[in-house]
Every structure is written in structure tokens, then in C-alpha cells.
């Protein structure tokens, strides 16, 4: 794991975590049902196992090397990544969430036996290759609640996902530098479903689910997002959770000067805390 990544995150996620305790300080010692709260702030941290598979073809259409990045590319299988989220009920069946996601993952490795076509230029064997991938995803979702009591919340959720995907590959020698870039970018419509179980007053569970498939041109993807959470009542505005999320992501295009597919999938625990009112 990279320290120059990892070091400012850590610093991002200490000062987060100071002012959601200093929100905890002034809380009420009144609480409400978690399927009542008007206003949720989630802020925590995950550990994360990722696998990915890319080939990116020339823009003459000459087909890429199918490539693990973690194997080839040397980038990092593990990683803790920040999470972030927040919900604001509009009405009582209404309401808005926004969640964020990122995955930046660096490596290094040595070219194999066989050279690595990635786009428009070829690493050679026994060249050291310096690599770089990164994701990011910002979604703002509107749900429903079909089905609203103090123990049982269900609801439908529609939202538009933003989601940028990037990688840079280079080799840097006395004699040769060469880098490839590549980045894809665009707002994705996804549709899913939220539910919220009151156990009890102290323990009560979240879980989520939110897909997309499309095709459009020479362009297809899917996206699916997948979390589940239990959380226990420390106070009635405060809880701490253990969770679950699973990320996978897929993405292929057939146009001739940006064809290739990339492959994602990362899951892994999480553990926040969440200040609600």
C-alpha cells in the first residue's frame, strides 16, 4: 500500500471523525426510529480486496493484451479506502442520499516473458513499468418508501451515479519514456432498492442494492453496488456499524478508436459511525 496515499487519508479521516464527535457532544438524548431520522451523516472506513482485467486496443483496432492489473500491473490486491454518506428526508416517504466512493491504486512491476500491448504502445519484456488506477463514483439517489412503519422501511430508489474510471502505464528509462492514458467519464442512471429493519432500540439493520445495465452504440456497461449494514445504538443520535459492500463494474466498447474493456470487482468490511437526527 502506497504511504504517500494512504497518509492524508488517514489526516482526512481523523478530522472527519473530530467533527462528527463534536456533533455527537451537542446531540439530543431524545431520539426518533432510524426509519424516521430527517437527517443522516455516515463516516467511516473500508478494507477492500479488489480484482481487475482490462485490454485496451490500439486506435487502429489492433486488439490490447488481456490484462490482471494486480498480477502484471503490480497494483495493490488490498487497500482501506474512506467512506462516505448522507441521507435527508424531504417528507416521510420522500427522501434524497449521497454517497461517495474511490479507489486510487499505484504499483510497480517488471514486464514477463511476453510484451503488454496496452493501447497504442507495447512494453517491452524486462522493462520496469510504473502503473496507476483509479475510481471514483459520487451518486445523488431519490427514494420512495412503499412501505413505511417505526420497525420496517422499504423503498425504491432511482439516481444518477457519476463515475470515472483512469489509468496511466509508463515506462521511464534513460532511453525510452513511454506513457499511455486512458480515462472514461459520464453520469450513469441506476435504479435499486433500500431497506431499514428495526431489531430493537438498540440494534436495527441497512442494506442496499443499486444496478445498471446499458448498451448504447458501440458502448456497454453495467454497474452494481451491493451493502449490508447492522448497526447498534450507542446513543439515539449515534450509531456504530459493521458492514459489508460489494462493488463490481464492467465496462467493454467496439469503437475503433477506443476499443477494450475493462473488468472491476472490489469488496470487502466496513466499519462507521453515523450521526442521525
Not at 487502429?60 to 498480477?71: R, Y
Not at 467496439?254 to 472491476?264: L, R
Request: charged share 20%; with cysteine.
Amino acid at each position: 500500500m502506497s504511504t504517500t496515499n494512504t497518509r492524508p487519508r488517514m489526516l482526512a479521516a481523523a478530522m472527519l471523525a473530530a467533527v462528527g464527535f463534536g456533533v455527537l457532544a451537542c446531540a439530543a438524548d431524545d431520539g426518533v426510529s432510524p426509519t424516521d431520522e430527517r437527517v443522516r451523516v455516515s463516516l467511516g472506513a473500508m478494507y477492500v480486496s479488489s480484482s481487475t482485467n482490462v485490454q485496451v486496443d490500439s486506435s487502429a483496432g489492433v486488439p490490447g493484451t488481456n490484462i490482471n492489473a494486480e498480477s502484471e500491473f503490480g497494483l495493490e490486491r488490498t487497500d482501506f479506502e474512506p467512506e462516505f454518506q448522507a441521507m435527508v428526508r424531504v417528507e416521510t416517504r420522500h427522501r434524497l442520499s449521497f454517497d461517495y466512493f474511490t479507489l486510487d491504486r499505484s504499483g510497480n512491476a517488471t514486464v514477463g516473458a511476453s510484451p503488454i500491448d496496452f493501447g497504442d504502445v507495447k512494453f517491452e519484456p524486462g522493462e520496469p513499468l510504473q502503473t496507476q488506477l483509479n475510481l471514483r463514483t459520487l451518486g445523488v439517489t431519490y427514494g420512495y418508501s412503499f412501505w413505511h412503519s417505526e420497525w420496517l422501511e422499504l423503498a425504491g430508489t432511482f439516481g444518477v451515479r457519476a463515475t470515472d474510471i483512469s489509468s496511466t502505464a509508463k515506462v521511464e528509462t534513460q532511453t525510452e519514456h513511454i506513457i499511455q492514458n486512458e480515462d472514461h467519464a459520464g453520469p450513469l442512471p441506476m435504479a435499486g432498492i433500500d431497506a431499514t429493519w428495526v431489531a430493537s432500540s438498540r440494534f436495527y439493520f441497512d442494506g442496499r442494492a443499486q444496478y445498471l445495465s446499458a448498451h448504447l452504440h458501440d458502448i456497454s456497461g453495467s454497474l452494481g453496488i451491493y451493502e449490508l449494514d447492522a448497526l447498534y445504538r450507542y446513543r439515539p443520535n449515534v450509531s456504530f456499524a459493521l458492514g459489508y459492500t460489494d462493488v463490481s463494474a464492467h465496462l467493454s466498447s467496439t469503437h475503433t478508436s477506443q476499443a477494450g474493456f475493462f473488468d472491476f470487482a472490489t469488496q470487502g468490511p466496513e466499519m462507521f459511525f453515523r450521526v442521525a437526527f
